[in-house]
């Protein structure tokens, strides 16, 4: 069993920055892939980036690569989300997540989700 809980979000101008921290809980945390999804109003949810149980190899949405870079922690349980150069569209609740695998991650094949954290981005 793991359980997730995001912070971070708030409300910052385009072209600013915000770091998203997800805190795990569960002996086996440092077994699962770990990733960050988002939804927007009226969107479906989408993969932003995602982390293997080591840290050796990420994937990014197109829309955030070079913006964004996830990282982890596996001695303190935490997986994080520097997002740079915020743009609007980047507007959303923003989800920490966990599965088994990097790959069932990218295709939504999520086991755990966090309760999300409002991210919103002004012109």
């Known amino acids: 069993q793991v359980q997730l809980v995001e912070s971070g979000g708030g409300l910052v101008q385009a072209g600013g920055s915000l770091r998203l921290s997800c805190a795990a809980s569960?002996?086996?945390?440092?077994?699962?892939?770990m990733g960050w999804f988002r939804q927007a109003p009226g969107k479906e949810r989408e993969c932003v980036a995602a982390?293997?149980?080591?840290?050796?190899?990420?994937d990014y949405a197109d829309s955030v690569k070079g913006r964004f870079t996830i990282s982890r922690d596996n001695a303190k349980n935490t997986v994080d989300l520097q997002m740079n150069s915020l743009k609007p569209e980047d507007t959303a609740v923003y989800y920490c997540?966990?599965?088994?695998?990097?790959?069932?991650?990218?295709?939504?094949?999520?086991?755990?989700w966090g309760q999300g954290t409002q991210v919103t981005v002004s012109s």
């Open positions: 569960g002996r086996t945390f440092s077994t699962y892939a």
């Open positions: 982390i293997t149980w080591s840290g050796g190899s990420t």
């Open positions: 997540v966990a599965a088994p695998s990097r790959s069932r991650i990218v295709a939504g094949r999520i086991e755990y």
